[in-house]
T-cell receptor
Framework: GQQVMQIPQYQHVQEGEDFTTYCNSS?????IQWYKQRPGGHPVFLIQ?????EVKKQKRLTFQFGEAKKNSSLHITATQTTDVGTYFC?????????FGTGTRLKVLA | DAMVIQNPRYQVTQFGKPVTLSCSQT?????MYWYQQKSSQAPKLLFH???????NEADTPDNFQSRRPNTSFCFLDIRSPGLGDAAMYLC???????????FGSGTRLTVV
């Protein structure tokens, strides 16, 4: 079945440093979504990418969808303590999404 | 505000005693999902409803059932909870077009 892996599993950064998480699917995706889950909270939708090679930005966050639509990345510029949490990608063929393994980000002040 | 509400927030049940978790939504979304999330793991899809059509994941145990009596409500029934079923259960909704999920706050289930 479809598998979605993320690396790294954990990342500790100093506040102000950049952070990137990578998402890789075993199959071609129709689209990909990104979620953020704060400790003790529920996943919150960040963005959806649909087109091959698509790049979207949200303030300090940059999302990219690979040309082959099998991988994606999330880059955070100049991390802040409010960025702490686990970032999940979720890949889809239709309206059902399989969540990636997640990257847990810790930001040290 | 339109939202997805899960009750209760915390649920403690006895080993083998049936338990029901509930989810309601005011978004009028067609699709409702139940995910299981264990500590430090990704949410795992159990099943989903596309309108009234029930779609079960192949690896969801028979111990887990679901009901959707109307558009707004969806229930997760665990017929005989085991210790391994302790987890956060997340309800989510989306539109037909596969837009981003809106998750409820989840129900954390403890089995004693």
């Amino acid at each position: 079945g479809q598998q979605v892996m993320q690396i790294p599993q954990y990342q500790h950064v100093q506040e102000g440093e950049d952070f990137t998480t990578y998402c890789n699917s075993s199959t071609t995706l129709s689209n990909i979504q990104w979620y953020k889950q704060r400790p003790g909270g529920h996943p919150v939708f960040l963005i959806q990418l649909v087109k091959s090679g698509e790049v979207k930005k949200q303030k300090r966050l940059t999302f990219q969808f690979g040309e082959a639509k099998k991988n994606s990345s999330l880059h955070i510029t100049a991390t802040q303590t409010t960025d702490v949490g686990t970032y999940f990608c979720a890949g889809s063929g239709t309206y059902k999404y399989i969540f990636g393994t997640g990257t847990r980000l810790k930001v040290l002040a | 505000d339109a939202m997805v509400i899960q009750n209760p927030r915390y649920q403690v049940t006895q080993f083998g005693k049936p338990v029901t978790l509930s989810c309601s939504q005011t978004l009028n979304h067609n699709v409702m999902y139940w995910y299981q999330q264990k500590s430090s793991q990704a949410p795992k899809l159990l099943f989903h409803y596309y309108d009234k059509d029930f779609n079960n994941e192949a690896d969801t145990p028979d111990n887990f059932q679901s009901r959707r009596p109307n558009t707004s409500f969806c229930f997760l029934d665990i017929r005989s909870p085991g210790l391994g079923d302790a987890a956060m259960y997340l309800c989510a909704t989306s539109t037909r077009r596969g837009e981003g999920y809106t998750f409820g706050s989840g129900t954390r289930l403890t089995v004693v």
